[in-house]
């Protein structure tokens, strides 16, 4: 029932800018966390940035700066500005959800393509 769409990835050159949105739907209170992690080719699954409903954020350091996250409460949509992008910056983002910005994901998204050529 819950449904977690991914769009606006895609094939940017370095120091370009990107900007991935996510809806959600289904049995999702807006009272939850809502953020994005990346996974890179040989590389664990980590997190890019999650916030709560009431705007606090946790970034990864090594977007912090670059990437910012925020949302539409009202539309369960989350979005994600990223500038400066990097090489390292390649890999498939999904959107999440979760109970607060520091814990684990409740639900995942299919995950979206993003390729930062040099």
């Known amino acids: 029932q819950v449904q977690l769409v991914e769009s606006g990835g895609g094939l940017v050159q370095a120091g370009g800018s990107l900007r991935l949105s996510c809806a959600a739907s289904?049995?999702?209170?807006?009272?939850?966390?809502m953020g994005w992690y990346r996974q890179a080719p040989g590389k664990q699954r980590e997190l890019v940035a999650t916030?709560?409903?009431?705007?606090?954020?946790n970034y990864a350091g090594s977007v912090k700066g670059r990437f910012t996250i925020s949302r539409d409460n009202a539309k369960n949509t989350v979005y994600l500005q990223m500038n400066s992008l990097k090489p390292e910056d390649t890999a498939v983002y999904y959107c999440?959800?979760?109970?607060?910005?520091?814990?684990?994901?409740?639900?995942w998204g299919q995950g979206t393509q993003v390729t930062v050529s040099t």
């Open positions: 999440t959800v979760g109970r607060t910005i520091a814990d684990r994901p409740l639900y």
């Open positions: 916030i709560s409903s009431g705007g606090s954020r």
């Open positions: 289904g049995s999702i209170f807006s009272s939850n966390a």
